[in-house]
């Protein structure tokens, strides 16, 4: 699988933005897809995992706020954030593996198969 994210910018607290991730390659066999981020001087931390059925989960930090989707016609996932605040700025990381469900607590790169190269997400106060 290749994945590749788009939707990253700028935003005021309180706005919103809409990240999307292709997934290309070997598509024919169920998959699952997560979000994860890293701010500078932190570790990679789960956002919310979308599995092959659409069963979701989210990190406690993005419950309420984050809403993660997939359009399964399109190979597409997609991660609508609302409500933004300043510690949601971070590069956001589309993850996608055959290996499902994955693991939303773990964010190391070897613990998943395949990453996007990242997508910047500023949010300002």
């Known amino acids: 699988l290749h994945v590749m994210e788009s939707g990253g910018g700028s935003v005021q607290a309180g706005g919103s933005l809409r990240l999307s991730c292709a997934a290309s390659?070997?598509?024919?066999?169920?998959?699952?897809m997560a979000w994860f981020r890293q701010a500078p001087g932190k570790e990679r931390e789960g956002v919310a995992t979308?599995?092959?059925?659409?069963?979701?989960t989210y990190a406690d930090a993005v419950k309420g706020r984050f809403t993660i989707s997939k359009d399964n016609a399109k190979d597409t996932q997609y991660l609508q954030m609302n409500s933004l605040k300043p510690g949601d700025s971070a590069m956001y990381y589309c993850?996608?593996?055959?290996?499902?469900?994955?693991?939303?607590?773990?964010?190391?790169?070897?613990?998943?198969?395949?990453w996007g190269q990242g997508t910047q997400v500023t949010v300002s106060s």
């Open positions: 979308i599995d092959w059925d659409g069963a979701t």
């Open positions: 993850a996608a593996d055959f290996a499902c469900p994955i693991d939303i607590d773990d964010g190391s790169e070897s613990s998943i198969n395949y």
């Open positions: 390659g070997y598509t024919a066999l169920p998959y699952c």
